[in-house]
């Protein structure tokens, strides 16, 4: 049934799953790849996309209402038809865009109002515009609508800002529900994920999860972490809060992270992971391999014929070297960047396939510590 | 045999032809994608030119031997592995882009001096060092270091250049049967074209067109052409030179053009061409269609869902509509550029094969004119 989570195996926290949509099945644990304006960066189409094993697209809704604009996508048939991607998309709901992309921002009990970052217009955003929007693109699962206070913020901030994305989460569901009802409406299974907050402080985490769980929405995610603190603060607030949050329910760890941020976070119980990590570092040659990182800028690939990774089976090392590709990078030349895009997305979905395998055959401890260890090097 | 030219068909001057070369048979009349720095502009890959009827690659011998050199290309095993094509490339002189790029220039009987477009060092270019670099890069064509004259050049000034051109185009021949006698040479068959100039003085093009036919070459260029003169000069040189280069050879008109110049020297006996407009249109929105150029940034294409074409074979058309394209482009997605890119080239390709078959058909007159009729609507 659409929204449900099945869980196939379990290793201590870390779960190995399939959580079912109108779009398909997602198995889990799986990494979104990140395609902010319906896009991913680097001229990677969807056709791209079904090689390297990508199961989630992410879109933004902050980026997609300002431009082409939320109500064409909706007249066109929905981001599914616009973009030509029949698997799941997540959207976000358009607050962390709005609280870090936009100037002269006033949150309020009905919402914020802010200036666009395109034209400078004033704009509102609350519950039901972010739940209206993400409707009118049709994705598979829709955030809630929150604040993500500054993880140096102080606890009263706080606490008053996470009571109020507990009463915005409430406006998210009713406003949904409504708009799943409509005869109008492109995806009418669309699902609402909640998501928890509470900068660093586990007492307000733990005290949020408990309000949202009482919802019982398909999945939950935790937001605000990876925006300051230490590895180890998220790692703390992973440990604490998650056994707070439904254990049905899929867990999304919003924006985190490098390799092995995922893997420590799997063994905290988290399913769901997006980054924009793997594509920004592509554009910037810092490609991923299981050996480590390598800077493909470096001399010592400049007349280097092998692939980024002997054995990997993404589109470019197939074809390509490492000096040709370092070649168009200092070129200039667009081609470079895409095909180090495909590279990285590959090496995370790979990963992530990865950690499958090693959950279901209960050998995820080992596989982890391996890969910690071999990734540490680089050059 | 290669290097030989088998004429299947004639139509008036129009010629279906194949022209047999070590790695593989050109079927003309053919259009070459230009690759300048070893790779098409737009983030296309040579996967992709697989997909879209791409029978010649074309590269720029100045821009590879500044970056990253030539030498380093051969000792990778020539430009063919370094790129991956194992199709026919041409390579050209690098005479243009001497003459078109760089500063300080000093044209002498030994060669060029001038300074590099990069890092503004010192560079000679000669006959010898030409054919020494394109050997180095190891394309299936080499061409003939030449002098472009400007097109508005004085006739004494014109008649001194190409004397001097005739004189290199000797020295090329010689250097190029040395260096593919060399027991490292990559492509020891590697084939010399040599270069028509004479500005629109059709008694300098014909004098020079009977001297460089003595050597007898296994092709012909027609260059200094499109660079400022009317399409009419253009059209009344090929009319008056094309008759005194070899009959069994063939002609290759460097630089043009629009479809419909194409169309029109194919008429006159042009068998290879070559241009840019097809990229460059396609990275300022500019699209060809059957019903003429398209502006995919014009209002109208925002809710087409449309493809660029209707019936268009190419891999953006099979997938994605005008809507999204155009949001791309006007979101700055690199996506957006390489599906314009794919589509523009698609589309020259395709009229080439739409020509070999109507002069197959003997009924090239009649094609030519109903495809320049029809292309020339647009938006």
């Given amino acids: 049934m659409q929204g449900t989570f099945d869980i196939l195996k379990k290793e201590g926290r870390a779960k190995r799953g399939v ?7 997602i198995e889990t644990p799986v990494f979104m790849n990140v395609g902010t304006v319906g896009a991913i960066k680097g001229a990677v189409g ?3 996309l079904e090689k390297i094993g990508t199961q989630v697209q992410l879109s933004n809704t902050y980026h997609l209402h300002v431009r082409p604009g939320d ?6 048939g929905g981001l599914h038809k616009f973009m030509v991607w029949d698997k799941p998309i997540l959207t976000d709901s358009g607050g962390f865009q709005v609280f870090s992309l936009s100037s002269l921002r006033k949150i309020k009990e009905e919402g914020v109002y802010f200036n666009s970052h395109v034209d400078g217009r004033k704009i509102f955003m609350g519950p039901e515009e972010s739940m209206q929007i993400q409707s009118n693109l049709g994705s598979t699962i829709a955030m809630a609508f929150d604040e993500c206070p500054n993880s140096k913020a102080d606890y009263k901030y706080v606490k008053d800002s996470v009571d109020r994305t507990t009463r915005w989460l409430v406006r998210c569901k009713d406003k949904i529900t409504e708009l799943n009802s409509r005869e109008d409406t492109i995806n009418k299974n669309q699902l609402l994920f909640g998501i928890n907050q ?23 995610a935790l937001g605000g972490l990876a925006v300051g603190e230490s590895h180890e603060e998220m790692y703390d607030v992973l440990e604490n809060t998650i056994p707070y ?11 985190v992270g490098t390799p092995e941020n995922i893997l420590e976070a799997v063994d905290r119980g988290v399913d769901f992971f997006d980054c924009v990590y793997p594509s920004r570092n592509a554009r910037h040659a810092h490609l991923y391999t299981n050996k480590g990182k390598i800077n493909l800028l470096n001399a010592i690939h400049e007349n280097d014929m092998s692939p980024i990774e002997e054995g990997c089976k993404c589109p470019t090392c197939q074809r390509y070297s490492r000096a040709y590709i370092r070649h168009l990078l200092k ?3 667009m081609l470079g960047m895409r095909l180090c895009v495909i590279h990285n997305l590959y090496f995370y979905n790979n990963m992530m396939a990865e950690i499958r395998t090693a959950i279901e055959n209960g050998n995820y401890a080992e596989y982890k510590r391996n890969k910690i260890q071999t990734m540490s090097q680089s050059d």
């Fill in 245 to 255: 949050l439904p254990a049905n329910k899929p867990v999304y760890l919003m924006g």
């Fill in 46 to 48: 969807t056709e791209d």
């Fill in 198 to 220: 509470g900068a660093v402080y586990n007492d307000i985490r733990i005290e949020h999860a408990k309000r949202i769980s009482e919802l019982d929405l398909p999945g939950y």
């Fill in 19 to 25: 959580f079912h949509t109108v779009h398909g099945d």
């Fill in 331 to 333: 070129a200039k030349e």
């Fill in 71 to 76: 109500e064409l996508i909706k007249s066109l």
